[in-house]
């Protein structure tokens, strides 16, 4: 290939034979039905190999936009290469709007969905549980609809793009609604012992934001339609002025804070469409954990602090609601995210991850599939009591492994 792609991060140069950018569906099915190995690459904003082939590499960044709303506004169809920035001002403008967004709305709708991306609050699902029905292009070209409820539906919709082509997807959507953000630094350990439920369950939405520089968390940020009481929070002040995720950054890429009203879209990511998203120069890891054992979890981190620190460049702490989606990191599990903007450097990254991993591992984690993890395959698939049955979905809908890659091949095993 002559051209060089890179995922976001630049730590994944892909091997494909050919890049391709087709106009439309029919054209992706030739494509599809004529190759020995495609994937799909989404915005590219996943941290390993997972979208990488050695054979096509197929953006569907060219189709044609589709943004449908229902006669009964309860859903929207969108295509296979649409990003959320680009979704939210139809939905805003129809007065609608998704149940919650990630941290930057740069990310694919569809590279979302199939890593189970998410954003933050007790009561919200992953944002792939939003989904109510997907059509995608299977191993034979073969273009299949799926719908909530069918048979292998909910093994479906995380499916690591180990499926097919995924050419379009209905989400759910509900009224459009307005959102505050509160920003408060210092919130000691000690006020974690004490009240972390009612701290996570302070808005509709809520982060902890560590470096580990010292055992305080940096910064809480509170996301709720209802104006926040004055004074401090859990005995954490009041941000003397905007805040960026990751101590010490200048703001100008966050999104508005200081309690001021905004339409959802412009409140529940961290990072502004129109900005650079995170510090630019990361990689990432994550992982999901039990939410009654939250505690413990911040404590396991805390105790490899010295080792995690000097490549972190910001742990951020996450409530996702549990969900019925086979493959998705919070499968029948009320969970709390630990994610971690590590530095650019993968050499010096790696051995901390590692570490951390150790550190997590009696509480079970489950690693985010599109970001940076070194658990060994077999264990990644015992967290999931389902596994079994999405290798069988995958076999059924790619008999020919058109869609494996390496990656694939060691995640199925
Ligand atoms: C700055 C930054 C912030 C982030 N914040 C968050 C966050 O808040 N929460 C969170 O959970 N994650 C977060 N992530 C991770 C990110 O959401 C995931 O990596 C997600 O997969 C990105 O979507 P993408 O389209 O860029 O995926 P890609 O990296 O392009 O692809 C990911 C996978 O999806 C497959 N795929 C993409 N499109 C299709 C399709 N149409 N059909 C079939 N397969 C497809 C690819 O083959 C690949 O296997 C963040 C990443 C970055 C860089």
Excluded: C
């Excluded at 295509?79 to 694919?108: E, K, M, Q, T, W």
């Excluded at 508005?256 to 879209?265: E, I, L, M, T």
Aim: net charge negative; glycine share 10%.
């Amino acid at each position: 290939m002559s051209e060089r792609v890179t995922n976001w991060a630049g730590n994944v140069v892909f091997g494909a034979q050919r890049f391709h950018r087709p106009t439309s569906v029919a054209q992706l099915q030739d494509l599809v039905g004529a190759a020995e190995r495609v994937r799909v690459l989404g915005s590219g904003h996943s941290f390993n190999r997972m979208a990488d082939t050695g054979g096509d590499l197929v953006s569907l960044a060219a189709l044609p936009r589709t943004v449908e709303i229902s006669d009964d506004r309860r859903t929207v169809r969108v295509d296979g290469g649409i990003r959320y920035g680009d979704l939210v001002p139809h939905l805003d403008a129809a007065g609608l709007a998704l149940h919650n967004l990630a941290s930057l709305p740069h990310i694919s709708v569809a590279g979302a969905v199939t890593t189970a991306t998410h954003g933050s609050g007790e009561r919200n699902g992953n944002l792939a549980t939003a989904v109510a029905g997907i059509e995608l292009i299977r191993g034979d070209g073969e273009l299949v609809t799926l719908r909530r409820g069918d048979p292998g539906f909910a093994g479906a919709v995380v499916g690591l793009g180990a499926l097919g082509v995924v050419t379009a997807l209905t989400l759910d959507v509900v009224p459009a609604f307005e959102i505050r953000q509160y920003v408060y630094d210092d919130l000691t350990r000690d006020a974690l012992e004490e009240s972390l439920p009612e701290i996570l369950g302070a808005g509709y939405s809520v982060s902890l934001f560590s470096n580990w520089a010292s055992t305080t968390i940096n910064h809480a940020w509170v996301k709720r339609s209802e104006p926040m009481p004055g004074g401090p929070f859990f005995g954490a002040r009041p941000a003397d002025g905007p805040r960026h995720p990751i101590p010490g950054l200048p703001a100008d890429n966050s999104t508005q804070q200081a309690g001021v009203p905004g339409p959802w879209h412009a409140r529940l990511p961290h990072f502004r469409m129109e900005f650079t998203p995170s510090s630019g120069a990361e990689l990432q890891s994550e992982y999901m954990v039990p939410r009654e054992r939250a505690l413990e979890a911040i404590d396991a981190v805390a105790s490899v602090r010295s080792v995690i620190a000097p490549v972190l460049q910001v742990n951020e702490f996450r409530t996702v609601a549990a969900d019925g989606l086979w493959l998705s990191m919070n499968y029948r599990r009320d969970s709390l995210g630990l994610h971690f903007t590590w530095i650019a450097d993968t050499e010096a990254v790696l051995p901390a991850v590692a570490a951390l991993e150790e550190a997590l591992a009696p509480l079970d984690p489950r690693p985010h599939w599109g970001k940076v993890f070194t658990m060994d395959p077999a264990t990644v698939r015992g967290r999931y009591e389902k596994f079994t049955d999405f290798a069988a979905l995958v076999r059924e809908h790619d008999p020919a492994g058109v869609f494996r890659n390496d990656w694939v091949e060691g995640i199925l095993g």
